[in-house]
C-alpha cells in the first residue's frame, strides 16, 4: 500500500467523531471490515491513542489492539485468567509526538549501554536488543507500513532514564504532510459534544 | 518405613504414585539434622528428581529451585541452598519458611514420627491428575477389527459380537472416508450387549480429530429449548471444520517455576514462571487453572515449552541442550531442543478444528462468543445457520478450510417423540449432516407422541433409511472374557474359581451386575486382607446385593408389606 492507497482508504471509510473529555475521538470502519479508533488531544492536536479492532477467521470480534498509547488495563483482574506478564516485566508502548514516532519502554532497570537499538531494514523493523539478554523487542512501524516507505538507519535514536528507555525515529515529511491532511480532514467532521450520540460505523 | 505408618494412605491402585508425593508432603515442621557426606551424596540425586517432578503438587509453601547447571556442587549443601534461593526468589516467604523447614528426607530417622503427631495435619490438597476415574466403558479402545475389517475375537477390550463389530467397521470406513453424509444407523439388542460400547469403539477408533457428539434420548427435552433446536445444535456439533487461524503462543525455555499455595491448604494459589529465550527473560503470573496444567504435564525448569495465551493449552517441546547432562536418570524418550530465539511471545499459525456450532455460536451476535463458556446459547437463528453454511463451503473451495463430518450417537433412541423422527428425516437429506448412529433396547413398542405401535419405537419410514445392526447376548465363553477385562480394568485380582462363579453369576442374572459385583468383591478381599479375590467374596456380595430377579422375587413375596402396595399400575408411561 502506497501512500496514496491509504489515503484514499482512509478518505473512503465510514468515519464518526465524538468531542469528550478534551479529545477528539474518531471511528473508522474500513470496507474490509476493520476498524481502527484514533483519539486527539483538542489543544495540541497530538495523537493519543490509535487502536485496531479485527475479525478473527471465524467471525469473532477481537479485541482491540493498540497501536498507539497506553495499553488498556483489563477492568477486573481476574485469578481466573489463565496467564499474564508479571507487572514487574518491562512495559512496551508507543507515544507519539508531532516531528517523531517514539516508543517507551519502562521497567528496564539496566544501564544504558547494556541496551543496542537499530534498524533492520530486511525486516522492515527496529529491534531493541540487550547485552545481558534481559530484553529483546522487535517491532515494525505500521505507519511506515501502510505508506510503504524506506526505514532509515539515521533517523533512529534513543535514550534512557528514570528505568525508561525511549526510542525514536523522526517521522519523514510524507508521513508528516499525511497526519497534517488528515488531521485537517478530520477537524472539518463534525463531532457531537454528546458521548450518548448513535455511532453510525458500528 | 515411617512414612506408612504416618500416613493414611487411601486405598487402591492410586497407592504406588501416592507414595512418592508422600515422601515429601510428611514432613513439615522440621529440618533436616546434619548428614553425613556419603548420605546426601547417596540422596543428592533423588532429591534433585523429586524436587524438580514432584513440586507443583506438594501441598506447601514452596518455590522451585531455579535449577543449578552444576548440580554435583551443590552436593553437600543441600539444606543451605534452600534458604538461599528462597531468600533469593520469594523474600515474602521467607519467614514461613523458617518455621516449616523442607524435609524431604526426614523420614529416614525415627525421630521424626514422634515429632509428626504434634504437628497440625494439613489436609492432603490431591489434584485432578491422580484421581483416574474407571467408566462402564473405560476398557474399550477400539473396535478391534484387522486390516481386513475381519474382527478378532478379543481386541482393544471387545469381546464377541463379531458380526455386528464387523458391520459397525464397515460404517467407520464410510466415516472416515467422509464423502457420504446424512447415513444413519441402529444399534439395536437386548440389554448388556454391547450396543454402547460398539459406539464407543468407532468414537475411539476415529481418534480425537473427529468430532463425535454422543447424548441420550432424553437429553433433547428441556424447557429452554426446542427439542429440534437441541437436536440441530447436537448436528451441528458433530460436523467439525478444520482451518487456520492465527494465534499469540509463548515459547521458552522454563528457568524458574514458583507455586505458593496457602498453609491451609485451601485458598488460591499463586503462581509465577520464568520463562527465557536465547535473548530475553519474562516472568509470567499463573492462574489457577494454569498451575494445574504445569503440574499435570509435569513441567520443570529445563524444559521448552509452548503456551496458547489464549486457551492456555501447553506443550511440552522437550529439554533444553544446556540440561543435557543435569540428570543420569531420564527417560529414554526425553527430547533434547535448542532455547528459542528471538522474542518470547510470537504469532502462529494453527491449525484447529472446530464444530459448525462453535462458528455459530461466535456469529451468533446477541449472545457474542462469551456465550461458549457460559455455556448459556439459546436458539440460533436460522439464517445464522445459511450464512454460516454459505462461508463454511465458499472457505472450502478456496482450500481455506476442511470439512470432517463426525459422528451423532443417539443413546437410548426410542426414548425421541415422533416431531424428533420428523425432523430426523429432514436433518439427513442435508449435506452438511453427520453419521447419525442410534441405539435402542426396546422392541416392538408405542413411538412416543403417537398410539402407534413400531418396531424399536421408530417410525416406519425412519426405519427405512437405517442400516440396523443387531447385537446378540453374549456366550458364557464371552462373558467370562467380558468379566476377565473388567477385572484388570478395575485392578481387581480374580481366583480361578471365582471368576468361574461370576461368570455363572453373569449369565444367569445379567452382565452389569456381575461386573458391579468385581469392585466390591475387591473390596471384600481387601478388607479381609486378601490378595486375590475367592469364592467367598463373590458368595458375600452376591449375598449382601440383589439382583434384579431376586429383587422382584422379594417384591412379590413381601409386596404386602411395602408401601402402597394397593395402586397398580399396569405399565409404564413413557410419554
Known amino acids: 500500500m502506497s501512500v496514496q492507497s491509504w489515503t484514499q482508504s482512509l478518505q473512503a ?49 477481537g479485541p482491540w489492539q493498540v497501536e498507539v498509547g497506553e495499553p488498556a488495563a483489563s477492568p477486573v483482574a481476574s485469578s481466573d485468567d489463565v496467564i499474564k506478564e508479571n507487572n514487574s516485566n518491562p512495559v512496551f508502548m508507543r507515544t507519539d509526538t508531532k516531528s517523531s514516532f517514539q516508543w517507551r519502554i519502562r521497567n528496564l532497570p539496566y544501564p544504558k549501554d547494556v ?4 534498524v533492520e531494514p530486511s525486516e522492515k523493523c527496529i529491534i531493541i536488543k540487550t547485552s545481558n539478554k534481559k530484553y529483546y ?66 | 518405613m515411617p512414612r506408612a505408618a504416618l500416613k493414611p494412605l487411601w486405598s487402591g491402585s492410586h497407592i504406588q504414585s501416592m507414595s512418592l508425593y508422600s515422601a515429601h508432603s510428611q514432613a513439615p515442621g522440621l529440618r533436616p539434622p546434619p548428614r553425613s557426606l556419603a548420605h546426601s551424596l547417596r540422596d543428592a540425586h533423588r532429591r534433585s528428581e523429586l524436587v524438580h517432578v514432584q513440586q507443583p503438587v506438594r501441598d506447601k509453601q514452596e518455590t522451585v529451585v531455579k535449577n543449578q547447571v552444576e548440580k554435583k556442587r551443590a552436593v553437600n549443601t543441600q539444606s543451605q541452598q534452600t534458604e538461599k534461593t528462597a531468600r533469593r526468589f520469594s523474600p515474602d516467604t521467607f519467614p514461613l519458611r523458617t518455621n516449616q523447614k523442607e524435609a524431604p528426607h526426614s523420614h529416614i530417622f525415627t525421630s521424626v514420627a514422634a515429632e509428626m503427631a504434634m504437628t497440625p495435619k494439613v489436609p492432603e490438597v490431591r489434584d485432578i491428575m491422580r484421581i483416574e476415574r474407571i467408566g462402564a466403558h473405560s476398557h474399550i479402545r477400539g473396535l478391534g477389527l484387522d486390516d481386513a475389517l475381519e474382527p478378532r475375537q478379543v481386541s482393544q477390550g471387545m469381546v464377541g459380537q463379531l458380526a455386528s463389530r464387523r458391520a459397525a467397521g464397515v460404517i467407520l470406513e464410510m466415516i472416515k472416508d467422509g464423502h457420504i453424509a446424512g447415513r444413519a444407523v441402529l444399534i439395536a439388542g437386548q440389554p448388556g450387549t454391547g450396543k454402547t460400547a460398539i459406539a464407543m469403539g468407532i468414537a475411539q477408533s476415529l481418534g480425537p480429530d473427529t468430532p463425535f457428539t454422543a447424548l441420550a434420548g432424553s437429553e433433547i427435552f428441556s424447557l429452554e429449548m426446542s427439542k429440534t433446536e437441541s437436536l440441530s445444535q447436537s448436528f451441528r456439533k458433530a460436523i467439525g471444520v478444520r482451518i487456520k487461524e492465527e494465534t499469540e503462543i509463548i515459547e521458552g525455555e522454563v528457568v524458574e517455576i514458583q507455586i505458593d499455595r496457602p498453609a491451609t491448604g485451601t485458598g488460591a494459589k499463586v503462581g509465577k514462571l520464568t520463562l527465557k529465550t536465547t535473548e530475553m527473560e519474562t516472568i509470567y503470573d499463573l492462574g489457577n487453572k494454569m498451575i494445574d496444567s504445569l503440574s499435570k504435564e509435569k513441567v520443570q525448569a529445563g524444559d521448552v515449552i509452548t503456551i496458547d495465551k489464549a486457551t492456555g493449552k501447553i506443550s511440552k517441546l522437550g529439554r533444553s541442550f544446556t540440561r543435557a547432562r543435569d540428570y543420569d536418570a ?15 511471545q510470537k504469532r502462529k499459525e494453527v491449525v484447529h478444528t ?18 461458549l463458556f457460559s455455556g448459556d446459547t439459546g436458539e440460533i437463528k436460522s439464517e445464522v445457520r445459511e450464512q454460516i453454511n454459505a462461508k463454511v463451503c465458499e472457505w472450502r473451495e478456496e482450500g481455506k478450510a476442511e470439512i470432517i463430518p463426525g459422528v451423532l450417537f443417539i443413546d437410548e433412541v426410542h426414548m425421541l417423540d415422533m416431531e424428533c423422527f420428523s425432523f430426523l428425516n429432514r436433518a439427513l437429506e442435508s449435506d ?53 477385562i473388567r477385572c484388570e480394568e478395575e485392578d481387581v485380582e480374580l481366583s480361578d474359581e471365582a471368576h468361574s462363579v461370576l461368570t455363572r453369576i453373569g449369565m444367569e442374572t445379567s452382565l452389569r451386575y456381575a461386573i458391579q459385583l468385581i469392585t466390591t468383591a475387591g473390596l471384600v478381599c481387601r478388607k479381609r486382607k486378601g490378595t486375590e479375590v475367592q469364592v467367598e467374596d463373590i458368595k458375600r456380595v452376591y449375598s449382601l446385593f440383589l439382583d434384579e430377579a431376586r429383587s422382584s422375587q422379594y417384591m412379590k413375596e413381601y409386596q404386602d408389606s411395602f408401601l402402597f402396595n394397593e395402586t397398580q399400575t399396569p405399565t409404564m408411561d413413557t410419554s
Open chain 1, 13 to 61: 471509510s465510514r468515519k464518526t467523531a465524538l468531542i469528550q473529555d478534551g479529545k477528539r475521538k474518531i471511528h473508522f470502519l474500513f470496507s474490509d471490515g476493520k476498524e481502527m479508533a484514533e483519539e486527539y488531544d483538542l489543544k495540541t492536536d497530538e495523537l493519543i491513542v490509535r487502536k485496531w479492532r479485527n475479525e478473527s477467521t471465524l467471525g469473532a470480534q
Open chain 1, 115 to 118: 541496551f543496542s537499538v537499530f
Open chain 1, 137 to 202: 523487542k522487535k517491532f515494525s512501524v505500521p505507519d511506515m507500513e501502510r505508506s510503504e516507505l524506506p526505514f532509515d538507519c539515521s533517523a533512529l535514536s534513543f535514550t534512557h532514564a528514570n528505568n525508561t528507555l525511549i526510542v525514536s525515529y523522526k517521522k519523514p515529511k510524507e508521513i508528516l504532510t499525511l497526519e497534517q491532511e488528515l488531521l485537517k480532514e478530520l477537524k472539518k467532521l463534525k463531532g457531537t459534544g454528546d458521548g450518548n450520540a448513535d455511532c453510525k460505523t458500528q
Open chain 2, 330 to 344: 531420564m527417560g529414554a524418550q526425553t527430547q533434547f531442543v535448542q532455547c528459542p530465539e528471538g522474542e518470547l
Open chain 2, 354 to 371: 472446530v464444530s459448525l456450532h462453535e462458528i455459530d455460536v461466535i456469529n451468533s451476535r446477541t449472545q457474542g462468543f462469551l456465550a
Open chain 2, 432 to 484: 452438511l449432516s453427520p453419521v447419525l448412529i442410534m441405539a435402542t433396547n426396546r422392541g416392538i413398542t408405542r413411538i412416543r407422541g403417537t398410539n402407534y405401535q413400531s418396531p424399536h419405537g421408530i417410525p416406519i419410514d425412519l426405519l427405512d433409511r437405517l442400516l440396523i445392526i443387531a447385537t446378540s447376548p453374549y456366550t458364557e465363553k464371552e462373558t467370562k472374557q467380558i468379566l476377565k
